[in-house]
């Protein structure tokens, strides 16, 4: 990842830098206002967005309050005509003969209670079924068959609404005491007389589940929204479409968010789709919640016209800024287009151009110093031109303080005693050898030979050596590539190198020694590489004094090719020396070959 960003990184700076000044200015000012633009656009927008939101969300929490209300005010309801019914006079004389446990009048009392549960099913229509249940005997609506197969006193609910003296509501179920299995929410109280309680008499109230989503939705004043009620523990208390196709109470996060607060609101993820979710807690049951769900982007739907129209005003400005960029560039780069009309002008070597500008801001100062520049440079000419010849003067002494003098010492001395002897062929081979050495040495002033120059004037030494050592060693050169004799090379390279093999690797030696130059290519890189099998050296202490300057004629060469190649080179060219004590030494020279340095 962090490469493919690093790659990406590259492409746009060499884009940036691909382009000309002047689309980078344009583009400085685009970007600069767009960043200003969008500052200022995505600021109105979120405010008008939190505003926005906020507004739907009192919203969304008014109408489920007010659902909930409605919920509560039916429950309510229904438990009021509970209450109702026993101060109905069928009701306590019924209870009298409970009391007494008298069943002779149970037919009577079913009869006069039939009244009693037409005038409690009127006044609350989503009243199903009633069923009180007595010691002598169960009551209940004639029009609804009684299930023979479920005792009130075996039920959960006998349990429940022990435990809960005063009345329980219990959540959404089917209905076991009635046939047809309908779904049913139902109120469970103790049957009183007189404000006295008989725990063995009980009334049970079942509500129709359909009826009373029917009357939810009905009063409900948001049409997009879901509502559902469920307990502390994520049950159904009411059965809806929406909450029997997700499994709330595995929703841990969903139950997390509902608070002990009587009401609130957050938002919650379902089916991939996100959603504002309010509820209220019921005020007559109070472990029952009325949840409204409304998905967030029907919710926020004015948030997108506010979105749409600040994108609009943010493009118009923008092109209004892109047209505006383009004059305003042309002004700005004015003096700086002069400035480069000019330097195009030194490229054809017409010095005597000038910058000139009545401002005084910052390209006028580079104008300025450009104008000093051009000054310095024709001064700097001058003095190039005057120097040039004391530095040819200074190459001549160079190049022959380069020629060891006991080297010519030696040699006009061989010459000398073999012209004596008359061995007449040999001084006139060594003399035309020095004069080839000194031919190629000066090489018409230049600072550079060809390789083939190189190999030439290490030869016509070698020969000159091997006179005065006769038998000492040989020298063999070796050139895989022939289109090599062609680079390029500073002058005097090759022979410091051998003559540091013959001066100090066969200085006990007065035969067998041998000395190998073979030159490759490596890709492009030239590869010089020296072995003689003499005494051998201290690399290490050899090395070391390569980097310090030389304190005697010893370390010179070597440290002078060093020199050389930092000089013309730097870190791309290398050296490397490697020697074993008593069996030779080789010395490595990679020099880089450029594009164009090998003449064909």
């Known amino acids: 990842m962090i490469r493919r960003l690093q790659l990406k990184r590259g492409k746009l700076s060499r884009w940036l830098h691909g382009i000309s000044f002047k689309q980078r200015v344009r583009l400085s000012f685009m970007v600069m206002i767009t960043l200003a633009i969008g500052a200022v656009g995505m600021t109105s927008y979120w405010i008008a967005s939190k505003e926005l939101q906020k507004n739907a969300f009192e919203s969304s929490q008014e109408t489920v309050n007010k659902t909930t209300q409605i919920l509560d005010d039916k429950l309510s309801g229904i438990s009021n005509s509970v209450r109702s019914l026993m101060f109905s006079y069928a009701f306590k004389d019924m209870m009298l003969d409970v009391q007494s446990n008298d069943i002779s009048n149970y037919y009577v009392h079913l009869s006069e209670l039939q009244y ?102 009905k009063h409900s004043s948001n049409d997009d929204s879901d509502y559902f009620v469920i307990d502390l523990k994520g049950e159904e208390v009411i059965r809806t479409a929406w909450s029997s196709s997700h499994n709330l109470m595995k929703d841990k996060l969903l139950l997390n968010n509902v608070s002990e607060d009587t009401q609130d609101s957050f938002f919650h993820h379902f089916d991939e789709t996100d959603y504002l979710v309010n509820y209220t807690r019921s005020a007559i049951v109070n472990h029952w919640s009325l949840f409204g769900i409304q998905q967030k982007d029907k919710l926020l739907e004015q948030m997108n016209g506010v979105k749409r129209t600040t994108i609009l005003i943010m493009l118009f400005f923008l092109l209004l800024t892109w047209l505006l960029s383009t004059k305003l560039t042309a002004i700005l780069l004015n003096p700086l287009y002069k400035l480069q009309r000019l330097m195009r002008e030194v490229e054809d070597n017409r010095l005597n151009v000038r910058f000139a500008s009545r401002s005084t801001d910052e390209v006028a100062q580079v104008g300025y110093q450009f104008n000093r520049m051009l000054d310095e440079i024709n001064r700097l000419i001058d003095d190039v031109r005057l120097s040039e010849s004391g530095k040819r003067k200074a190459e001549m002494r160079a190049l022959t303080a380069q020629m060891e003098p006991h080297f010519l010492y030696n040699t006009l001395n061989t010459i000398y005693c073999k012209s004596v002897l ?31 120059d190189e190999i030439q004037h290490v030869k016509q030494y070698c020969l000159i050596q091997q006179k005065c050592y006769e038998g000492r060693f040989e020298f063999n050169v070796t050139v895989t590539d022939d289109s090599l004799l062609t680079c390029l090379l500073p002058k005097i390279l090759l022979q410091p190198i051998v003559e540091n093999s013959i001066q100090h690797g066969f200085k006990d030696m007065n035969s067998g020694g041998r000395i190998d130059l073979i030159i490759t290519r490596q890709v492009h890189v030239l590869h010089l590489c020296f ?39 730097g870190e791309e060219a290398g050296i490397e020396l490697t020697s074993l004590p008593g069996k030779g030494s080789r010395t490595e020279i990679w020099i880089p070959i450029s594009e164009g340095e090998v003449v064909a």
């Open 116 to 217: 009693v549960f037409s005038q409690v099913s009127f006044n609350e229509p989503l009243i199903e079924s009633i069923l009180i249940a007595t010691p002598i005997g169960d009551f209940y609506p004639m029009s609804q068959r009684r299930s023979q197969t479920q005792s009130f006193y075996e039920s959960s609910m006998y349990y429940d609404v022990k435990e809960n003296y005063g009345g329980v509501w219990i959540k959404g179920h089917t209905d076991k005491f009635f046939t047809g299995n309908s779904r049913t929410l139902s109120f469970v109280t103790n049957g009183t007389l007189d404000n006295v309680s008989n725990t063995n008499v009980f009334i049970v109230v079942n509500v129709n589940e359909s009826g009373l989503i029917g009357t939810v939705n």
């Open 422 to 452: 008359g061995e007449n062929d040999e001084v006139n081979e060594m003399i035309l050898s020095l004069s080839s050495m000194f031919q190629i040495g000066l090489s018409g002033g230049k600072d550079w030979n060809t390789l083939e």
């Open 531 to 569: 072995e003689d099998n003499g005494i051998g050296m201290d690399v290490e202490k050899v090395t070391e004094g390569m980097r310090q300057p030389p304190v005697s004629k010893k370390g010179y060469a070597l440290n002078n090719i060093v020199n050389r190649l930092n000089l013309f080179y």
